[in-house]
Structure formats: structure tokens, C-alpha cells
């Protein structure tokens, strides 16, 4: 299915609204569902089986190195056991396509909604769709979707048609950091001009997704697979139907972030494709295959799965940002948002609309500064104007930076800078030139964040501990509605609608029923 870089348009899906990397990653978008497309030589038409297959290799082995696969191993075996299931039924029909292929299934700890594969047996889905999801059938049926993809060759031909379009394209990555992450530098990311952002240490991606045709075979083909396996035939419809949900919302989010609504799992809200997609899986015929029991209870197996941004960032709750990786609790300016950049590493705070940001960076020190000395090595080569002060017992750096261009004049960042052992932290910000933000509003927004750091206590510790999915259940003596449930979820305004997507129940007044089992956030 799509799989989706987040682009400087910025994110619209659900746990990528809330909490996903927005705005410093870049404009190469590689879309395409188990989009795997082979780096390709400039004239360079007929790509093997082997080659797709190597470069599928390598595309995990990057993955892993860039250690991007989620951590927990319980759910990790869980997403394998029935994924080898799939597999295994996959090969079976008719001698099997692929038949000595080993498929290997793996979680990705990406707050986006997505799935994918590469070459060589690899799939991937993101704990962001376990999220979403509420069956191990509709889990079946994605994975059987993916696992499809390989099967019928879908990866060659997406690589023999960049090659033919003389593209050199990237292969396989995900929504976060594989061929390409920002630079540490802000000067050089391009705060004022989002589109300029990335630096590539890979190759550079080509947007080729893969076509509505082959989507409908891999839905097709993929519903055969997880049937003959033992799975509910209709499950590829309900989770086309749940992923449309989370895209209408997704729509009516991005609409107040003033950003561009992005497909989930390829899925956008009442598109006709999807509508055709829908139709297809319902009613094509039927196929063989016998039920059969589950490997294990789902919403049980995901139980304690971790939402959005993971504590190895930090947490938002309400007006405040907690961060474990960076010992610190800074402020959120009322009707901002908090998002995560692709490197891990940096978080950036936005205004609505988002047309004024403020990045949290952090680096290793190459040699001993304090935080003059590190505004100075960081900023290299532009204009620093500012004073060193004491905030919250730590020495900082509180300045404006002006960097230099070929033209004589650049950009103006807001920025405090301080050290800690061997490691330098930045907050630097900026206001686009048409902001509805006054100049003076957006200084007191930049003041709010930069004048509230504080080391983390130890009692504000857990409070920056990661936001999981647990399990309500209903009962007649203790009903639970979205509403109640929203004011102990630490996701602001957002919390009911948030909560309605994940249980499959948004764009409806539907309240929980006595026994129902329902994902909260906790």
C-alpha cells in the first residue's frame, strides 16, 4: 500500500497529525503501496529479479541500522506469526508464486498509518496502523496485501518503469529516516522555506507510486491469500472503510494545521478510487478456505503498544512538552502543535496554520563549549547578536541569528542555545513572511517556549513516559462514553475525535456497548 514520506506539506493522518515528523524532511515523496523501486542507471531498462531482491536486502539492512524497527518484542512475534500464516498460504495456491521465498514481518516504531514491502520477502506495517486496526483478520488481510505485491513482481515493474523514465530512484524506505535526513543545522535546513529542507546521505527518491490497477490486484490477490489461510473474506473491506474514516478526519485536520490531507494506507477520504477498490472486494466472488481460529486475541496482543511519539522523544501533554531524551519540560503556546522530526532527534513546535516553528535540536559536541561557544559552532559562519543568562539554574545563549547568502542578506532565527556533558542544544525559530502572526505575537510565542525550559524532575518523569493503547470494557453498572474516556487522554481537544478513530466509530454519535472492548489512550 502507499507508502508515504512525509513531505514539507506536512502530515494529515492521525497519529501523524498529533504527533509525526512535519515540515523537515523532504519533498521526495515515495508513494506507491510496498513501493520498492531499484536505484536505476540512466539508461538502464531491464532490472533483474536478483538485483530487486539485493536491493531489497540492503533496504532492511538500512532500516535495521537506522534501528527503525519497534522494540517490542511480544508484538513483534505476534505481527510475525501471523504474517508467516499469510505466507505460508500464499505459496500454497497453485505451487505458490515465489515458493522458496522466505518472507520476514517486522513492526516499524512509526506513528504513521502505513504498510509496505520490498523485495526478498520483507514487510513492513508501522505501529501506527496496529493502532488502528481491531482484528487480527483485518491484520491478515493487510499483510496478505503486501505479501501480494511481491508475489505477482509488483517491485520489478515499478523499477523497470523508473528505469525507463530514466530516474534515478530510491528503494523502499519509510515515513522517517532511511535515504535522507535533515541536516542538524537550521541555517541549512531552510526553516523559512520548508521545501528546501533535506540533505540526502542515499539516494534521491522518485515519486512513482504504484497504479490503480495494480492496487486491485493486490487487494484481489491478497483477499486469496488470507482466505485460503483461514481469515474473514470481508476484512480487506472493513479496513479500507476504517482507513477512510481516519482520512476524513485526517482532512478536517489538515485543514486547521493549513497543510495538504495525504493518503493512509493509500486510502483518501471519499475518493472515487477507493469507492472502486471497496466495490471490487465486495463483489468479487467468493473464494475457498476454511475459518480458522485466531493466532491470538488482537486487542490483547496490542495491548501497551506505544502511540505516537515514542518517550525516546518526548511526550505532549496538554500545554507542556516532557522529554526523558533531553531532561527537559518546555512550554507549548496555546493552539500550537507538537511534531517529530524524521532524525529522532529534533522536535519542532508549530503554529496553526503552520506558518511560524520553533525547533528543539540536539547534537554531539565535537569539542568543549559552553553556550556561547556552541551558538558559535552551530550557526558557523552568520551573525549571532545576543546575550549568555542563567533560565532554570542552566547557563543559555538568547540571541537572534542572521545567516549570511550569496545575495549578502539571509534569514533572522530566534534562538537559545546551552550544553550539557558533551552535548549541545538548540532552540531555534522562525516566522514566514506572510504569517497572520504580528512580529510581536511571534516573539512572545518564541519567549513562551524559550523563557519555560526547565530540567525534568523526578516527578515529571512519567509524565514523559510514552502514551500507550490500553483497554476499557463497558459494563451496565459502569458505562463509558468517547466524551468521559477524552478527559483522561492526554491528547487535549483532540482526545474524542482521536478516540473514535481508533475504535472504527468517528463520524457517528455510536456509543460504546456493555462488554465492548475499547483502545484508550493512557
Not at 513531505?7 to 524532511?25: D, I, M, N, Q, Y
Not at 490503480?212 to 491478497?222: N, P, S, V, Y
Not at 527537559?328 to 519542532?348: D, H, R, T
Amino acid at each position: 500500500m502507499h507508502l508515504s514520506r512525509l513531505s514539507s506539506r506536512g502530515p494529515s493522518r492521525l497519529p501523524v497529525v498529533l504527533f509525526s515528523a512535519l515540515t523537515l524532511v523532504s519533498v521526495h515523496a515515495l508513494s506507491g503501496c510496498g513501493a520498492a523501486q531499484v536505484i536505476s542507471g540512466a539508461q538502464r531498462i531491464n532490472i533483474s529479479e536478483a538485483e530487486v531482491q539485493a536491493e531489497g536486502r540492503e533496504t532492511h539492512q538500512e532500516i535495521v541500522r537506522n534501528k527503525l524497527i519497534y522494540t517490542d518484542e511480544r508484538i513483534n512475534a505476534y505481527v510475525s506469526r501471523v504474517g508467516t500464516r499469510v505466507a505460508a498460504a500464499a505459496q500454497s495456491r497453485n505451487g505458490g508464486a515465489n515458493a522458496q521465498l522466505i518472507f520476514r514481518f517486522f513492526v516499524l516504531d512509526d506513528p504513521d498509518t502505513n504498510a509496505f514491502a520490498v523485495p526478498g520477502g520483507y514487510v513492513y506495517v508501522t505501529r501506527g496502523l496496529l493502532a488502528m486496526l481491531n482484528s487480527e483478520d483485518e491484520l491478515a488481510s493487510v499483510l496478505a496485501h503486501e505479501v501480494a505485491h511481491i508475489t505477482d513482481g509488483h517491485s520489478v515493474k515499478a523499477s523497470q518503469a523508473a528505469a525507463r523514465a530514466n530516474v534515478v530512484s530510491g528503494l523502499g524506505t519509510m515515513g522517517l529516516t532511511v535515504l535522507s535526513v535533515i541536516t542538524f543545522n537550521p541555517l541549512l535546513m531552510g526553516l523559512a522555506t520548508t521545501s528546501e529542507t533535506a540533505t540526502a546521505f542515499g539516494s534521491a527518491i522518485y515519486e512513482n507510486g504504484y497504479s490503480r490497477d495494480i492496487e486491485l490486484t493486490a487487494d484481489r490477490i491478497g483477499r486469496s491469500y488470507s482466505t485460503l489461510a483461514g481469515y474473514d473474506r470481508s476484512a480487506g473491506t472493513r479496513v479500507l472503510l476504517s482507513f477512510q474514516q481516519e482520512a476524513k478526519w485526517g482532512e478536517k485536520q489538515a485543514e486547521v494545521r493549513g497543510i495538504k490531507p495525504q493518503a493512509v494506507w493509500g486510502v483518501l477520504a471519499d475518493h472515487p478510487e477507493n469507492k472502486t477498490r471497496i466495490d471490487a472486494l465486495a463483489t468479487s466472488p467468493n473464494l475457498p478456505g476454511t475459518l480458522r481460529p485466531a493466532e491470538a486475541d488482537y486487542l490483547s496482543s496490542i495491548d501497551g503498544l506505544v502511540f505516537g511519539i515514542s518517550d525516546r522523544i518526548g511526550v505532549q501533554r496538554g500545554n507542556t512538552f516532557y522529554s526523558q531524551a533531553h531532561d527537559l519540560s518546555l512550554a507549548v503556546p496555546p493552539g500550537w502543535f507538537v511534531a517529530q522530526a524524521p532524525n529522532e532527534q529534533s522536535v519542532m513546535f508549530f503554529s496553526e496554520k503552520n506558518t511560524a516553528r520553533v525547533v528543539l535540536i540536539s547534537q554531539d559536541l565535537s569539542t568543549r563549549a559552553d553556550a556561547k561557544g556552541f551558538a558559535e559552532q552551530f550557526f558557523t559562519g552568520s551573525q549571532l547578536a545576543g546575550v549568555t543568562r542563567s533560565t532554570a539554574g542552566q547557563q543559555v545563549w538568547r540571541g537572534t541569528v542572521i545567516s549570511k547568502s550569496m545575495l549578502g542578506g539571509g534569514a533572522t532565527y530566534q534562538a537559545m542555545t546551552w550544553t550539557q556533558s558533551e552535548r549541545g542544544f538548540a532552540l531555534v525559530g522562525v516566522r514566514d513572511a506572510k504569517s497572520p502572526l504580528s512580529e510581536t505575537a511571534w516573539l512572545k510565542s518564541f519567549d513562551k517556549v524559550a523563557g519555560s525550559f526547565k530540567p525534568l524532575r523526578g516527578d515529571e518523569k512519567v509524565l514523559a513516559q510514552s502514551i500507550k493503547v490500553r483497554l476499557a470494557v463497558p459494563t451496565k453498572k459502569k458505562p463509558l462514553d468517547y466524551r468521559s474516556l477524552a478527559l483522561n487522554a492526554p491528547l487535549g481537544s483532540e482526545a474524542e475525535d482521536v478516540l473514535r478513530v481508533i475504535n472504527g466509530q468517528y463520524g457517528s454519535k455510536a456509543k460504546p456497548l456493555s462488554g465492548q472492548r475499547l483502545k484508550v489512550l493512557r
